[in-house]
């Protein structure tokens, strides 16, 4: 029998009263750019009469079918190479959870498999087309760093404080090589932007927050991947193309919201989001990928002023405009299916990941019914066709037969690990050192921390998966963690190491390293509501006054992709190191923080903080330090004054809403019968009866003691469920395949049990679901789009988990929160 849930009663819609879609803040502006204030820049790539020719012919024999083809681009999540074949596809992607054959992790040949298998199907005339040959398009935005094996860098924020142009076209060189030994030909980097507001969780993949120092690393970096824009082949020189991103101000917004809206004026659009542009024109940058964010209300996705006017008619950008992942559903006017708009601002190419089929499909009723003209469809076309014409791409054949490619021992190459470590060294940012750095290599070390030997952690997202979750040391074979570089370092020096994640110790040592600090996180993912390092990674502050109450030295190093507020931490070590996200290469740590038989340090610290830290977890407050900050060996020592260590904001997370047991601030937790009006109560206390008797609520011990609620009912129907008064907007995660998680224990399963949402007042979706007994916490997740797909409006949902059962039943929930990183993905029932 099919589990139906009558959620749609008194009891539950009581819970939505008084909830209403908050209404927008008024622009201040209308989101259109006057391009005569804006810059002019001449695209450098010199004009080709041969190419040009070759364009108008290939147009000429191109079946509008064919043209529209070109213009979107499909995930390998989602598309075959009989799907480039048929519909000529212009290009493919991997997004960061996709790979070959579905598997994001699968081995290097098998990328390379798949590149000819999709090259092959492009060039395939054998239907009369003219074969375009297909592109791929890959994030390898640190490094190839989708590819086990790969050279993974520190991330952008790291080589920021390095402050060093010559390193990052190094950089831009050896992952051009990377991507090439597996077959790709476009990276969608580098992120130029310049992030303001760093409680953004894509903060981390821009340089700085200073628009100078992004400018000075944009042509370096465009370069290395791409080679001079003197019209050479770009593959016949091992190179790929590079897309700047994310046109315009995906820095800027409001709150550092990802996808969200910045309403500032022009001149601060021009002067701090559109610096880096320029640099990366004049570098002939190949495409640029525009934001999903919007600028004064409208879409940067759907905005002609800014897409036409100004990068491409006032900036002359002469490459093409790839949109973001479906970021076309989210102009107005548009569906992820149909959005004729964004071609008419200025996208050339959508990115059209699991939707290329209907975009296709829409484009060409369009093109056919006269609503998009002919002549935008060209130019976007030769855009397109111009770009693979420089790339040299109907000449290099298959992906396997070309330069570099299946050369194995390229990825992750002794030479580019070398160079990564260097960049280690370089990133690395010395905030305090009250003498006990260098460490001396003789001595015993302790290395604490739990991300001392995890090289996840110490790379951060978009590594191997989208958001950095999932993988673990085995899946970076060749890499180094930071504490593997500290034993070497000290080992080499005749000294030991012990790592010891909490600190403890048999020996007592002569110093100890701490290292802390954030999680992997991406898109959306990483916002936070505040500047400072979430409560459940603050662990390590207490092992480093442990560790200095017995006189020992503490050097505290962090892993993160922004500044913090962490003045517990500053206070509690003897000397405090910013290490960023550094990737593969560990060693770089030990480095500079190993000194010499003699004592003397090997490398100084050369790093700048590439944006100020902050004094309290609120900006507002004031920077501790300022941009550019950072001490190194010649530093004349200073007296310590402690800091206050008051946040001055609160931690909350707008995408947890339950964490150890407990709601999470403007959470509430309640437990309700679906089928009684006026049955709902309100949990706060505990323990607790609720149903009449029926349902009892404890506080069980869990990950933390109390850290669990668990729910005893006596038969009959119930629900538990998380609610708020202000509706949350979670359409942005559920196109990002994003999974509703909630970690249980299930003693005693109850006849029937579903999942559900609530938007609005009424709607109510149900997807049932089969927990198994089980004595330990599993963390489930079931995903947003299925619950979207039954009917939930994501733009205002005012309960986003309803746990519904009926017949007895005996479990405990200890968090409830959006994520992907699931133990078991439930199917969608
Ligand atoms: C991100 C882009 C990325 C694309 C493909 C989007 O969600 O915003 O930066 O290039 O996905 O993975
Ligand atoms: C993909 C990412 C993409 C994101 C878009 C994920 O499923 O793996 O590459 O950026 O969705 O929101």
């Not at 022009?266 to 190949?286: C, F, K, T």
């Not at 850290?707 to 038969?715: D, L, W």
């Not at 909630?742 to 149900?766: H, Q, W, Y």
Request: net charge negative; hydrophobic share 40%; glycine share 12%.
């Amino acid at each position: 029998m099919r589990f139906r849930f009558h959620l749609a009663t008194a009891a539950l819609a009581a819970a939505a009263t008084g909830v209403s879609a908050q209404p927008e803040a008024a622009p201040a502006g209308n989101g259109v750019a006057n391009p005569a204030i804006w810059p002019e820049y001449q695209y450098p790539v010199p004009e080709s009469a041969a190419a040009e020719a070759r364009i108008a012919d290939l147009l000429e024999r191109m079946t509008l079918e064919e043209k529209i083809g070109q213009l979107v681009q499909a995930d390998l999540c989602c598309v075959t190479p009989d799907d480039v074949r048929r519909y000529n596809l212009g290009s493919v992607l991997n997004g960061g959870n996709s790979g070959p054959g579905g598997d994001d992790l699968a081995p290097a040949a098998r990328w390379l498999e798949a590149a000819d298998a999709f090259y092959a199907a492009s060039v395939d005339t054998s239907d009369g087309g003219v074969g375009i040959p297909v592109i791929w398009g890959t994030d390898a935005v640190h490094g190839h760093a989708n590819i086990v094996g790969a050279t993974i860098f520190p991330h952008n924020i790291g080589l920021g404080a390095a402050q060093d142009p010559a390193l990052i076209e190094r950089i831009g060189a050896a992952t051009a090589i990377e991507i090439r030994v597996t077959g790709q030909e476009w990276t969608f980097a580098p992120t130029v932007t310049v992030p303001q507001d760093f409680r953004w969780g894509r903060a981390y993949e821009g340089y700085s927050s200073d628009p100078e120092l992004v400018a000075s690393y944009v042509g370096a970096m465009v370069r290395g991947l791409q080679g001079p824009p003197d019209g050479g082949s770009i593959l016949a020189r091992g190179k790929v193309i590079a897309s700047t991103k994310h046109f315009l101000a995906d820095g800027g917004t409001d709150r550092g919201v990802d996808q969200g809206d910045a309403t500032i004026g022009e001149e601060a659009l021009r002067d701090i989001h559109g610096a880096p542009y320029g640099p990366a024109i004049e570098e002939g940058v190949a495409t640029v990928m525009a934001s999903f964010s919007s600028w004064q209300g409208v879409k940067m996705t759907g905005n002609q002023s800014l897409l036409t006017g100004v990068l491409k008619e006032r900036m002359d950008f002469g490459g093409f405009v790839v949109s973001d992942w479906n970021a076309h559903g989210q102009v107005e006017g548009c569906t992820n299916e149909s959005c004729p708009q964004a071609l008419m601002a200025g996208i050339d190419m959508y990115m059209a990941p699991d939707t290329w089929k209907p975009i296709y499909e829409s484009l060409l009723a369009q093109a056919k019914a006269g609503e998009i003209p002919i002549s935008r469809i060209d130019e976007a076309v030769a855009r397109i066709l111009r770009v693979k014409l420089r790339l040299g791409l109907f000449e290099a054949g298959k992906p396997s037969s070309r330069a570099l490619s299946g050369d194995w021992d390229l990825l992750g190459s002794p030479d580019h690990r070398t160079l990564a470590r260097e960049a280690v060294r370089k990133s690395l940012v010395l905030l305090k050192n009250q003498g006990v750095l260098p460490l001396r290599p003789g001595g015993r070390l302790l290395v604490a921390g739990e991300g001392a030997d995890d090289i996840a952690r110490q790379s951060g997202g978009w590594t191997l998966t989208w958001q950095g979750t999932g993988v673990d040391n085995s899946h970076f074979p060749g890499a180094t963690s930071l504490w593997e570089g500290l034993r070497q370092a000290v080992s080499a020096g005749g000294g030991t190491a012990q790592l010891s994640p909490d600190g403890s110790f048999s020996r007592r040592p002569d110093a100890a390293v701490v290292i802390f600090g954030e999680k992997p996180y991406a898109e959306f993912q990483g916002d936070r509501a505040s500047l400072q390092l979430d409560p459940d990674l603050a662990g390590p502050y207490e092992t480093m006054r442990k560790l200095k109450e017995q006189g020992i030295p503490v050097v505290a190093v962090m892993i993160t992709g922004r500044p913090l507020y962490v003045n517990p931490a500053l206070n509690a070590a003897d000397a405090f190191v910013v290490a960023w996200l550094p990737g593969s290469e560990g060693a770089g740590l030990a480095d500079v923080l190993v000194g010499g038989p003699d004592g003397a340090p090997n490398f100084d610290f050369m790093g700048k903080l590439p944006a100020a830290w902050p004094r309290t977890a609120n900006m507002d407050d004031g920077a501790l330090y300022p941009f550019g900050y950072g001490l190194n060996y010649a530093s004349p020592r200073a007296e310590w004054a402690a800091l206050p260590e008051k946040a001055g904001a609160s931690a909350g997370d707008s995408r947890t809403f339950l964490a150890a047991g407990a709601p999470a601030s403007s959470w509430s937790l309640h437990i309700a019968d679906p089928g009684a009006p006026g049955s709902m109560t309100r949990l706060t206390t505990f323990p607790a009866e609720a149903l009449g008797g029926r349902a009892r609520v404890t506080a069980e011990d869990a990950a933390v003691q109390e850290g669990a609620r668990r729910f005893r009912i006596a038969g009959g129907e119930a629900a538990v469920t998380l609610g708020t008064f202000e509706p949350i907007d979670i359409s942005r995660e559920t196109n990002g395949d994003v999974l509703l998680l909630f970690t249980l224990k299930m003693t005693d399963a109850p006849e029937r049990a579903g999942i559900a949402m609530r938007s609005g007042a009424e709607a109510i979706a149900v997807s049932n679901v089969r927990i198994p007994e089980g004595s330990e916490f599993v963390r489930y997740g079931i995903p947003l789009k299925c619950l979207r797909d039954k009917g939930i409006d994501m733009t205002r949902v005012a309960m986003p988990f309803v746990f519904a059962t009926s017949g007895t039943a005996d479990f405990a929930l200890s968090e409830v929160r959006l994520g992907t990183d699931a133990q078991t993905v439930l199917p969608c029932g």
